[in-house]
């Protein structure tokens, strides 16, 4: 049975409509004007049943912390009067830094309630990332963890950039950082209401970059509200759910899974703490902790299968849902096998929340993306926006004229050459293409930009192309994704070498230059093939033809 709050909100912000089959063909949200996550899903359960849990965290240490939705409350609005204190304001860049550290939380939350928007990152940044951010994105203020080199690269970003004005630090102390677990505990446990509006900034991805370099892709308010989409029909969670999602907190993967919609069904997160992805911690938690639902990319899938699933007990898992690159049957096969749950796939974008999916209730077709969520209308068309035959491949499209399409993002950060060439004419255009069968199921074909998925990632070629050509072996360079049988893609660099190198191409010239990107940028970018050649692939006015390059790499596998 629903709690209060989370039938009140189906009932007053939620208009579905389902088939005789019990499929949902209709979805609309109705927000009021202030809609703001923190004070109205949060605080209102908090103030319902303060005692729900909420958050579930626990590290490989053994060390675990639980957070009801009271201390959520609390925490963030500690957080807030703290981050007030030190001069954080509506509509001020707040650059975020923090791994899976439970403050995550407390700050995403806290921010919300201020009305400042939240720019998540990964821990993996190096100096030259965080000098294009921070210009990008006119950062203010930077919290960020303590751990590994994360104050390091930012500090020595600093010395180039002067914009942020104050730095916090979680987990710790740093000269000329102020420590944030110690000063919010200084602070007033309530918060009177700071007014926000829907339409109002709340969040800036990084998007990862194709023909440039990252993107700021802006989100309002309603994004909030709109990944009840993502939770209930496509997660299919409930208020006695315990939710998974294996992801950093500096993608946008986190706020899909690990954030919104999951607190808005009254669920609990769970979160493991950790550092490098060991398929085996990962199956003993479910077993442990009796986890109902979870969500993560088939490259996990696949080490859970070859981990050996059958010697842990997931009877409890109800739901298991995938995203992030194309899932393999046979990986689809065999985890029905071992759990008897089906892989419920789904597409979505930094820009979007869930998209096509196969939905709760829908019979999924393994390999199949599922069918256009109805929150959106979603088309399939040419290069003329025209609808093309089932069968036919063309461009994922959103129809945006006439309706509100609440979790669409709303630009470019300061980029409308960039917004209007994504975004004209009625149209978002995905830059992903798909075929559509006889019943309605959509089918991933690729990216018309070049984007690679690798476990789970998804890389840019431009920014590692950048960073090799920096190194003097290299006169040109393709960067390309490349099948892999267990990360699905990864990443692959053709490379002309300068003249004083023509004659060093070895293993040892290989090593030297993916440690080169392993330093320059965030390592999980670097080459894992690298392929001498002599010349590349280019059309007539000498742009490189990767295309050509991925399809001669896919004709001798």
Request: aromatic share 12%.
């Amino acid at each position: 049975m629903d709690h209060n709050f989370v039938k009140s909100f189906n009932e007053n912000f939620c208009k579905e409509q389902y088939d005789e089959n019990g499929l949902l063909k209709s979805f609309e949200l109705t927000l009021d004007d202030n809609f703001n996550f923190g004070y109205d899903v949060i605080d209102a359960i908090a103030k319902e049943e303060p005692d729900k849990l909420a958050l579930l965290w626990c590290n490989p240490s053994g060390e675990e912390r639980r957070f009801t939705f009271s201390d959520l409350m609390k925490k963030s609005n500690q957080t807030a009067n703290m981050l007030l204190a030190n001069g954080v304001r509506k509509g001020d860049m707040v650059m975020c830094v923090l791994k899976r550290h439970y403050q995550f939380w407390f700050v995403t939350i806290a921010l919300c309630k201020i009305g400042a928007i939240m720019i998540p990152a990964t821990n993996q940044l190096t100096k030259k990332d965080y000098v294009y951010r921070f210009n990008s994105g006119n950062v203010s203020y930077l919290i960020a963890t303590s751990d590994g080199d994360v104050p390091k690269h930012a500090e020595a970003a600093m010395e180039e950039y002067d914009g942020i004005k104050k730095k916090f630090i979680v987990k710790g102390n740093r000269d000329g950082w102020v420590s944030f677990d110690e000063e919010i505990e200084k602070y007033p446990e309530t918060l009177d209401r700071i007014e926000t509006k829907l339409e109002d900034k709340m969040l800036a991805f990084f998007s990862s970059g194709t023909t440039g370099y990252p993107k700021m892709v802006i989100h309002t308010h309603d994004y909030a509200a709109a990944h009840i989409a993502t939770a209930k029909h496509w997660h299919n969670l409930h208020d006695k759910s315990l939710h998974l999602t294996i992801s950093e907190t500096g993608w946008g993967k986190a706020m899909w899974g690990k954030m919104y919609g999951q607190f808005i069904m009254g669920a609990t997160v769970f979160v493991y703490y950790f550092d490098r992805f060991v398929p085996a911690e990962i199956l003993s938690l479910i077993e442990k902790y009796k986890i109902t639902s979870l969500c993560c990319p088939p490259t996990m899938y696949r080490f859970f299968i070859k981990e050996g699933m059958e010697g842990y007990d997931l009877s409890s898992l109800e739901y298991a849902t995938v995203a992030g690159e194309a899932l393999n049957p046979e990986v689809f096969n065999k985890f029905y096998e071992y759990t008897g749950l089906k892989l419920m796939e789904g597409f979505g974008q930094t820009e979007t929340v869930i998209a096509v999916a196969n939905l709760v209730g829908s019979e999924p077709k393994p390999g199949s993306m599922g069918k256009p969520v109805p929150l959106y209308d979603i088309a399939i068309v040419d290069e003329n926006g025209n609808v093309v035959p089932d069968g036919e491949t063309g461009e994922i499209v959103f129809r945006t004229e006439g309706k509100k399409n609440y979790g669409l993002f709303k630009g470019y950060y300061n980029s409308p050459e960039t917004t209007n060439k994504a975004w004209h004419d009625g149209l978002y255009h995905t830059g992903d293409t798909a075929w559509r069968d006889e019943d309605g199921y959509f089918w991933y074909v690729g990216r018309t930009d070049d984007v690679i998925k690798a476990s789970g990632y998804r890389i840019g070629p431009f920014e590692i192309e950048s960073v090799l050509m920096e190194h003097p072996a290299v006169l040109e360079v393709a960067v390309t994704g490349a099948k892999d049988p267990i990360r699905g893609q990864v990443v692959k660099a053709t490379i002309v070498l300068t003249k004083d190198y023509k004659d060093k191409a070895s293993e040892v010239l290989v090593k030297e230059l993916q440690e080169h990107v392993k330093r320059q940028t965030a390592p999980y970018k670097y080459p894992r093939i690298v392929e001498f050649v002599d010349e590349l692939p280019k059309t007539i006015s000498g742009k490189i033809r990767r295309v050509e390059i991925r399809e001669r790499d896919n004709s001798t596998d």
